[in-house]
């Protein structure tokens, strides 16, 4: 089990308890519940980094305990 830290860059920040052999589309599951956004809306990616893709892991992209990744909304406009 690892935290891992979810930054939307406007002040708010969430801790969100995980398995580094979770897919990137079961993270933004979790995210989501905790945020109350649409998984679709939501995009996650290290800072100056491309969106994760969601058939990667966490563990693909070198995520792991204490990692910061930044959250953004793709709200399709």
Excluded at 10 to 32: E, H, N, R, W
Excluded at 45 to 74: C, I, M
């Amino acid at each position: 089990m690892i935290i891992v830290t979810v930054n939307d860059r406007l002040g708010t920040k969430a801790q969100i308890p995980c398995l580094a052999s979770d897919p990137v589309k079961v993270f933004k599951a979790m995210v989501a519940a905790r945020i109350g956004r649409p998984a679709h809306e939501i995009m996650l990616k290290r800072q100056g980094e491309r969106p994760f893709k969601d058939q990667l892991t966490l563990e693909d992209y070198g995520v792991s305990n204490g990692v910061q990744l930044d959250l953004e909304l793709d709200t399709g406009d």
